[in-house]
């Protein structure tokens, strides 16, 4: 992971090697639905950038697109419905939208690998832990060309279940999943994850379903884990705090657009774009009066008939019509602040 990155195209019959910065990089990603209402366009042109070795959070109300989002990249949505209309995922200079179901099957689980919310979902309760484990890195083994034997496997599970905190790691593998709290699950399904050796770990709301104190530990689980295992997370959750405690950057996505990217640093003490100054207004503070707490007005549209310009703006006290007639770009509005606002432009075309 501490090597450059490379990506590289055809020039005149000459081969340029280009150094490319981010370990992943999604742009212009726009992803369509075919429903029996109609054409529900849930990705308008997303655009995320992650470096090697650092964490970034993408928060943003249910129904915004940011499990869309991270399933995209290991290519886990369905064909049909699903229809990639623009767009490119690069992954270590690599397009992933350009590979086969075969090709992607080989960085799955091994270059990247997913940890979803529900652990008991993904843990299959009639089999050990120890099967489970086992099978998964002999598949892994296969796919990296570094065969590995049952009893080599379960050596390495056990290592991994130690590397997570669970106690007794030896003892525990022999156990099913329904032996286990739901933190331990969590915990199991991590160092599966783990068992592939990525480079990239995606965590689709990795607390959700747990309580307040496990959620602690597990955050402080994954933080501990980057450090050790020099690991890239992209952090899906719909909880600022949760992405405040792991991660150095953010992504607001509203609707399908993401529309301000910051160190957390920034995002919370000066937040850019009226959605994210909403979602942080309605964080309970013990500063803050029960009674006083702001919610934002309305919902999230549909996506089957969006509102025209900025999707935020039936929803936004500060809408212009320029607001409802052209979408904003993900602009710079201070160093390393990005936002998609007209309350940052000087002047607006069309207006």
Same mark, same amino acid.
């Given at each position: 992971?501490?090597?450059?990155?490379?990506?590289?195209?055809?020039?005149?019959?000459?081969?340029?090697?280009?150094?490319?910065?981010?370990?992943l990089q999604i742009e212009n990603l726009g992803i369509h639905f075919d429903t029996f209402e109609g054409t529900a366009r849930v990705l308008d042109g997303v655009s995320l950038e992650l470096a090697p070795g650092d964490t970034l959070?993408?928060?943003?109300?249910?129904?915004?697109?940011?499990?869309?989002?991270?399933?995209?990249?290991?290519?886990?949505?369905?064909?049909?419905?699903?229809?990639?209309?623009?767009?490119?995922?690069? !992954?270590?200079?690599?397009?992933?939208?350009?590979?086969?179901?075969?090709?992607?099957?080989?960085? $799955?689980?091994?270059?990247?690998?997913?940890?979803?919310?529900?652990?008991?979902?993904?843990?299959?309760?009639?089999?050990?832990?120890?099967?489970?484990?086992?099978?998964?890195?002999?598949?892994?083994?296969?796919?990296?060309?570094?065969?590995?034997?049952?009893?080599?496997?379960?050596?390495?599970?056990?290592?991994?279940?130690?590397?997570?905190?669970?106690?007794?790691?030896?003892?525990?593998?022999?156990?099913?999943?329904?032996? !286990?709290?739901?933190?331990? $699950?969590?915990?199991?399904?991590?160092?599966?994850?783990?068992?592939?050796?990525?480079?990239?770990?995606?965590?689709?709301?990795?607390?959700?379903?747990?309580?307040?104190?496990?959620?602690?530990?597990?955050?402080?689980?994954?933080?501990?884990?980057?450090? $050790? !295992?020099?690991?890239?997370?992209?952090?899906?959750?719909?909880?600022?705090?949760?992405?405040?405690?792991?991660?150095?950057?953010?992504?607001?996505?509203?609707?399908?657009?993401?529309?301000?990217?910051?160190?957390?640093?920034?995002? !919370?003490?000066?937040?850019?774009?009226?959605?994210?100054?909403?979602?942080?207004?309605?964080?309970?503070?013990?500063?803050?009066?029960?009674?006083?707490?702001?919610?934002?007005?309305?919902?999230?549209?549909?996506?089957?008939?969006?509102?025209?310009?900025?999707?935020?703006?039936?929803?936004?006290?500060?809408?212009?019509?320029?607001?409802?007639?052209?979408?904003?770009?993900?602009?710079?509005?201070?160093?390393?602040?990005?936002?998609?606002?007209?309350?940052?432009?000087?002047?607006?075309?069309?207006?």
């Amino acid at each position: 992971m501490a090597c450059a990155i490379f990506s590289t195209r055809r020039a005149g019959g000459r081969t340029i090697v280009k150094r490319n910065a981010n370990i992943l990089q999604i742009e212009n990603l726009g992803i369509h639905f075919d429903t029996f209402e109609g054409t529900a366009r849930v990705l308008d042109g997303v655009s995320l950038e992650l470096a090697p070795g650092d964490t970034l959070g993408v928060v943003g109300e249910t129904g915004c697109g940011k499990s869309i989002t991270s399933k995209a990249v290991l290519g886990l949505l369905p064909v049909p419905p699903t229809k990639i209309v623009s767009g490119r995922i690069l !992954f270590q200079g690599e397009d992933l939208l350009d590979k086969s179901e075969k090709e992607i099957g080989k960085i $799955r689980g091994t270059r990247i690998a997913m940890i979803f919310q529900d652990p008991m979902t993904y843990l299959n309760p009639v089999f050990s832990i120890e099967k489970q484990m086992v099978d998964v890195i002999v598949r892994h083994g296969r796919q990296r060309g570094e065969p590995v034997t049952r009893k080599q496997a379960r050596t390495q599970a056990v290592d991994l279940l130690d590397a997570v905190q669970i106690p007794s790691p030896a003892d525990r593998i022999r156990e099913y999943p329904h032996e !286990f709290s739901g933190g331990m $699950r969590q915990r199991v399904l991590i160092a599966m994850a783990l068992s592939g050796k990525p480079d990239l770990l995606i965590a689709d709301e990795p607390t959700t379903a747990l309580d307040v104190t496990i959620q602690a530990q597990i955050l402080r689980l994954l933080k501990d884990l980057v450090n $050790r !295992f020099n690991l890239s997370i992209l952090l899906i959750s719909h909880d600022l705090g949760v992405v405040a405690k792991l991660c150095r950057r953010i992504a607001v996505m509203y609707a399908g657009n993401v529309v301000e990217t910051a160190t957390i640093a920034q995002v !919370f003490d000066q937040p850019a774009h009226p959605y994210t100054q909403g979602l942080l207004a309605s964080i309970p503070r013990l500063s803050r009066r029960v009674d006083s707490l702001e919610g934002i007005k309305g919902s999230i549209p549909s996506f089957i008939d969006p509102p025209g310009g900025c999707r935020f703006n039936p929803r936004c006290g500060h809408a212009m019509s320029v607001c409802r007639k052209e979408k904003p770009l993900l602009e710079e509005t201070s160093p390393g602040h990005r936002t998609a606002c007209f309350l940052y432009k000087s002047s607006w075309p069309n207006t």
